[in-house]
């Protein structure tokens, strides 16, 4: 019974494995050249089979367009042939996102593209299914120096069984306010879908006064490239209130030198791989990928709000968050730090090496970055933050997408070092109250 049951979990496992192979996986022939970089397997016309959009990359147009085109079945010949294709305003790979969603109410699907293009612009283009043909219309071709979000209405309880239609949500663009003399000022154009034109038309206008900060200041860091503002994120950044008190529950950390992203809530933390940063007008747009689940983006844009604040939207690769606003959206303060001189933390490096030993076994440090503890072993950082030195242990190899990490607080001397587990947080480390670990040095051989 028991090897029945094994056979049966390995069964179930490799039809969940093909199940997801059978709808990431194209099911047409991509012209030479081509290549997929994303898959969207779904019904939009209602028969029995599901039809595709392909969202793809032509290595004859290495700056081109990315492009979307639609697989749809053929009873005719037994099989998906490709029925309809158009571009997009995105051009950067690693910033494209797509997703379906039913953005005028009448239930007929819209395909949602965006992401950035060679300008630095924020791109989104909506196509609309053609009711009983297998084409799109391009209803919203849409571009900005700023950001672009699609503003979610509350939908009628008959709408959701079926029984009448909904509004139609809105789209906003942010933009410059080129008669401002400050920088940060912005342009909302708000626009609304338009039966008449089948078309997303403008329908508002609205400015949105910035921050008045030292204009110096904010030229050098939105200079275009992203080295700088990179620099400017490099820290811990509390989430802050609409009265501007900080939260103790809900933090985010920068560290562009070893290309990570880290999200706080509560006790738990989720640990993104730092891919890419396109600087924007206002800031930068990251694409970054989680180290436990590498199969899962998170998309973040990122504006400069004041001296120390940002404002931060988070998604996900497989679907845009609208409406709702993100679990992580909002403002964010870097939080206040005494740290020592850049030049005083320099003598702190991040890599040693050295041997330790003590009553919970032998320490060892090596100057790739590897650790050995006893029977566990992966990759270390020695860090400074707010004056204090700490020491980052996290098992498994750097490239495994582990989720077991420890921080510790250092105290270390010529011949000793103790680590003291902690948890770090909005208003600096937490001491987890966990016993002390003490480690004398081995003399070098």
Known sequence: MQAGGADAGKDSDRAEKLAFEDVSNAKIALAEGESAISVITQDFDGDPQDEQIIAIRKAAEPDGPIYLAYADFDDTVGGYKRVWDAATGTTRTRTFSVFVKDLIGDRSLCVVASGMNGAGEQTMTVFRKQIDRSGFDKIADLRTDGSISVSEKDRSQAYHMGMASGASYKISI?????????????????????????????????????????????????????????????????????????????????????????????????????????????????????????????????????????????????????????RWDGTYRKVSSNKAPEQAEAKRPARIKAEYEGSDGLLRFQADGRYDFGNENGVYAFFMLEGREYLELRKGKSDAGSASRAVYSVERSSNSIALTKVRLGAHGAEDLHERQLSFKAVPSK
């Open 174 to 326: 942010y933009g410059r306010d080129f008669e401002s003399a400050n920088i940060l000022d912005q342009i909302e154009t708000v626009y609304d879908f338009d039966p008449a034109t089948n078309r997303y038309e403008r329908v508002g206008v609205a400015r949105i006064p910035g921050a008045q900060i030292e204009q110096r200041r904010v030229r050098q860091l939105l200079d275009g490239t992203p080295d700088k503002f990179e620099r400017f994120l490099d820290g811990l950044w509390a989430f802050s209130s609409a009265s501007g008190e900080l939260s103790t529950r809900q933090y985010v950390l920068f560290d562009p030198g070893r290309r990570e992203v880290i999200f706080y809530s509560d006790d738990t933390q989720e640990v993104f791989t730092w891919e890419n940063s396109n600087a924007t007008r206002y800031g930068l747009y990251l694409t970054t990928k989680n180290i436990s689940v590498t199969t899962l983006r998170r998309l973040i844009d990122i504006e400069l709000e004041s001296a120390d604040s940002i404002r931060l939207k988070a998604f996900e690769d497989i679907r845009l968050k609208i409406g709702v606003v993100g």
